[in-house]
């Protein structure tokens, strides 16, 4: 396998992508968005459960490929007791890191969200990347139209 | 595996595009039902073209316009001849398949399908044949209904009797599906359309790639494809009409040579086809899908047609070894379209594994969502054949999966 193929399908996100972590819906949901991928018709939802402008819950259900499933995996993890803006300055960390590479941001304070670096090759998945994380951006602001990554 | 009468290494001599290498391998390129690779002789009409006869058409009194004018002029012939066609008046150039449906919706279908009415399709077709029937309806208060597919990726004909109902206007069902391959039963469609005198438009984008198609015999009322598709020019396409039938059609967008003349109280509209190519067309287009059609016409609709069949079969074969792979679209008619899921793993994560071994495919939902839906996935991976591929092609792409397989495992 090429290195840059293994930067992006690292052991961790194809871990997380068969196994994905909060893939669920939020019992009681305070928040809610759905992402779509009109490239390839994936369909993501995430929900969330604020208790003032802390996140305490989020899940997140729909289809997508191995980059987006673990991307989303990976991005639940990360912001579980955050706050809001907390959670917004990460996402444009982690888009940073997708779209520039792991040389245009500090990669050690993104934790696991670091081996999402692999993914700055690949131009054409950098929106199977940020799909999950455009669409938390939705829910937070209590945007209540879908989120598209065109 | 060879085609008679056919030598896939001289075809491929002629498409400067297939020798590179991408990814550091040779290009294996199986996504011809997207766009299909332009001959040497296309290119090359299009730089003499540019460098000798360019000049705006039907207006010019000088020597340029005239050669333009003619090339133009004789571009529309080779489509009449490539189609079989009566008249070189029934064929309007237009951008592609796309723009030759709306044209039909926003003329032929404003005029004719009025409230209560329904407008007839089929659930594998891909977006530009269901968006501008479903504007249409939307806008008059029209019914879509919809022919079902079933499990192999046919058409359920005995549905269509009970589906074309008195308050049917039209019939508009693709000839060859981008996404499954199927070959849809059309003239036998189009003779129980016109038995309760329903126009039925075809969409041929993907047909006129693979098969020769004469649409006298097809007896339809409308046929679309597009340049780009035909290894022709991007931005050019054509609509076929029976004469009669674009002869009754109200005009499509207003402006320059559709006109005969123009004062500020009235207009009189051109004749057909120029009524429908407003405004400066894509001459250059025209003359780059003729240099298409001649180059087709030299290696034969007939030889191109064995060898898709024959690599076709291959490839179903070849496919269907690998552990884990399901074909989406198994007609007992097809053409050489490769539509399947691998297991587990995402069509987009198979497209980028196989990429990276040099081989192009198709991922996606290939603009025919409600047909995935049919066959219960997001998307698939899509592998599309030409004339100019061969059985190394597909070796490369089963090679390639087992990569997919080994990074999935």
């Known amino acids: ?150 | 595996m060879s085609t008679p009468g056919f030598d896939v290494r001289r075809v491929r001599a002629d498409f400067p595009i297939l020798h590179q290498d991408v990814r550091g391998r040779p290009l294996v390129y199986l996504d011809s039902a997207a766009t299909g690779q332009k001959p040497q002789a296309v290119i090359d009409a299009l730089t003499r073209f540019y460098t000798h006869d360019n000049a705006n058409v039907h207006r010019g009194v000088h020597i340029l316009s005239e050669r333009a004018t003619q090339a133009y002029e004789d571009a529309r012939e080779s489509v009449r001849r490539f189609i079989n066609a009566r008249d070189a008046k029934e064929i309007v150039f237009v951008r592609g398949t796309t723009e030759a449906i709306n044209l039909v919706a926003s003329t032929y279908g404003r005029k004719h399908v009025g409230p209560g009415d329904e407008v007839l399709i089929s659930a594998m077709e891909h977006h530009s044949n269901i968006v501008p029937w479903q504007m249409v309806c939307d806008a008059v208060g029209a019914k879509l209904r919809v022919i079902p597919v079933d499990d192999r990726g046919e058409l359920v004909m005995g549905a269509v009797d009970a589906l074309l109902t008195e308050r049917t206007r039209i019939l508009a069902v693709t000839h060859v599906s981008n996404a499954l391959g199927t070959v849809n039963p059309v003239r036998e469609l189009v003779r129980m359309a016109h038995a309760k005198n329903i126009p039925v438009l075809l969409d041929g984008a993907q047909a006129v790639t693979h098969l020769p198609v004469d649409v006298q015999d097809l007896g339809c009322d409308f046929y679309a494809f597009s340049g780009h598709k035909l290894f022709g020019p991007t931005g050019i396409g054509v609509l076929y009409g029976r004469l009669d039938v674009l002869e009754a059609m109200p005009p499509y967008q207003g402006g320059g040579d559709m006109i005969l003349s123009v004062t500020m109280e009235k207009t009189v509209y051109n004749r057909v086809p120029h009524r429908f190519e407003a405004g400066t067309p894509d001459m250059a287009g025209a003359v780059g899908l003729a240099a298409a059609i001649h180059y087709l016409e030299s290696v034969g609709m007939a030889a191109i047609a064995a060898h898709d069949q024959a690599l076709l079969t291959y490839a179903t074969q070849a496919l269907s070894a690998v552990p884990g792979v399901s074909l989406v679209g198994t007609a007992s008619e097809k053409t050489g379209v490769l539509s399947f899921t691998l297991a587990d793993v995402h069509p987009h994560d198979v497209g980028t594994i196989l990429d990276r071994e040099g081989v192009c495919i198709r991922t996606g939902h290939h603009c025919a969502q409600p047909l995935m839906k049919r066959f219960g996935v997001a998307a698939t991976a899509r592998a599309s054949l030409a004339f100019y591929n061969t059985t190394e092609d597909v070796d490369a792409l089963v090679r390639g999966l087992h990569k997919v397989r080994e990074v999935f495992q």
């Open chain 1, 1 to 150: 396998m090429s290195s840059d193929l293994q930067d992006l399908y690292q052991e961790v996100v194809l871990e997380h992508s068969k196994r994905p972590r909060n893939f669920r819906e939020v019992p009681d949901a305070n928040r809610q968005a759905e992402g779509y991928n009109p490239l390839c018709g994936d369909q993501l939802s995430v929900t969330l459960h604020m208790e003032g402008d802390v996140i305490r819950d989020i899940g997140f259900q729909g289809q997508g490929c191995a980059i987006s499933r673990a991307s989303a995996s990976l991005m639940t993890g990360a912001v579980k007791d955050r706050t809001l803006a907390e959670a917004v300055a990460l996402f444009e960390r982690v888009h940073t890191l997708v779209t520039e590479g792991p040389g245009a941001v500090d990669v050690e304070s993104l934790g696991k969200l670091a081996v999402l670096s692999g993914v700055s090759e690949f131009p054409a998945r950098v929106k199977c990347a940020s799909l999950a994380w455009h669409t938390l951006r939705a829910a937070l602001e209590g945007r209540s139209t879908s989120v598209s990554t065109e």
